[in-house]
């Protein structure tokens, strides 16, 4: 019943998937992926309080849920809660210290606090693991810049017109 929800979900009938996943919670309330399956479709239902609510039970469920610990954060982020959306990042990264896209959104959490340095910190990490992502790279740059530390941008902005002479964001950004 869950991956026939999770495959609907996956082709946008959200209702069809919220009614599935919702009995087999019913049929069987003790499976923390349910309760994120349907926290993942309250989301595509721009339901966050009720996905806060399910990801909350899934990770009193299964507390070391990795993703159920992102989903959270990306949750918390977005209502502004930074302090708490980190906590659910870092302590995804204690368990899976390699995880590039909790580098990215713990970043991403430290550009909303405002504090460029950090979010810069973190985007570096990103980098040096994964240095074909462009993306990173240019947000990495950003954030240099937008935390004064402008030499850093522009040493950024000009590694990536190295590869790509064309980049518009770092020809704008540089």
Same mark, same amino acid.
């Given at each position: 019943m869950l991956a026939l929800a999770e495959a609907m979900a996956n082709l #946008? %009938?959200? @209702?069809e998937s919220l009614k599935l996943v919702t009995r087999a919670i019913?049929?069987?309330?003790?499976? &923390? %992926?349910?309760y994120e399956l349907r926290a993942r479709v309250h989301v595509i239902k721009n339901q966050m309080k009720q996905a806060l609510v399910d990801v909350n039970k899934s990770i009193? +469920?299964? &507390?070391? !849920?990795?993703?159920? +610990? =992102? =989903?959270?954060?990306?949750l918390l982020q977005a209502q502004d809660k930074f302090d708490d959306a980190l906590k659910d990042v870092d302590t995804a990264l204690k368990i899976r210290p390699d995880m590039n896209s909790a580098l990215f959104l713990k970043s991403t959490i430290y550009e909303g606090k405002q504090d460029f340095i950090k979010a810069a @910190?973190?985007?570096?990490? +990103?980098?040096?693991?994964? &240095? %074909? #992502?462009?993306?990173?790279q240019l947000m990495l740059g950003m954030y240099? !810049?937008?935390g004064s530390r402008i030499k850093e941008a522009l040493a950024q902005f000009d590694r990536i017109l190295e590869k790509n002479g064309k980049n518009a964001m770092a020809l704008y950004w540089r």
């Open positions: #946008n %009938q959200a @209702d019913e049929v069987n309330p003790e499976v &923390p %992926q349910a009193h +469920l299964q &507390p070391g !849920s990795v993703s159920s +610990l =992102l =989903l959270r954060a990306r @910190d973190t985007m570096s990490v +990103l980098v040096k693991r994964d &240095p %074909q #992502n462009e993306q990173a240099y !810049s937008m």
